[in-house]
């Protein structure tokens, strides 16, 4: 399995942007699709956005659609998570997440996560209002 690093998160004013990184290191031989979640204390982990190994697929959640964007550089081992326009109600830990790799990369799968096979420590992103 991978090793995951987030970096990135900390206060921003609501209407700021912020950019989160996801160092992935170990068996990165295997083609993964990744994927940032978040998490508010007392409530379930919550899908943000999945991108393909290639890059090519991506899936947002409705709440972040048009506002953030995921990408990677396989060359340098790292997924990123742009996130642009921010609320106060994306104040949350985001963590990264490595699906599966017998998975298909789909809505349906990415969504779940049960479905990951590795996670990273996680960073916290406040939005002040």
């Known amino acids: 399995q991978v090793q995951l690093a987030e970096l990135g998160g900390g206060l921003v004013e609501a209407g700021g942007s912020l950019r989160l990184s996801c160092a992935v290191s170990?068996?990165?031989?295997?083609?993964?699709?990744m994927a940032w979640f978040r998490q508010v204390p007392g409530w379930e982990r919550e899908f943000v956005s999945a991108?393909?190994?290639?890059?090519?697929?991506?899936y947002y959640a409705d709440s972040v659609k048009g506002r953030f964007t995921i990408s990677r550089d396989n060359a340098k081992s790292t997924v990123y998570l742009q996130m642009n326009s921010l609320y106060s109600e994306d104040t949350a830990v985001y963590y990264c997440?490595?699906?599966?790799?017998?998975?298909?990369?789909?809505?349906?799968?990415?969504?779940?996560?049960?479905?990951?096979?590795?996670w990273g420590q996680g960073t916290q992103v406040t939005v002040s209002s």
């Open positions: 170990g068996r990165t031989g295997t083609t993964y699709a």
């Open positions: 997440a490595a699906l599966s790799p017998g998975l298909p990369l789909t809505i349906a799968t990415a969504t779940q996560h049960y479905n990951y096979v590795s």
């Open positions: 991108i393909s190994w290639s890059g090519v697929e991506t």
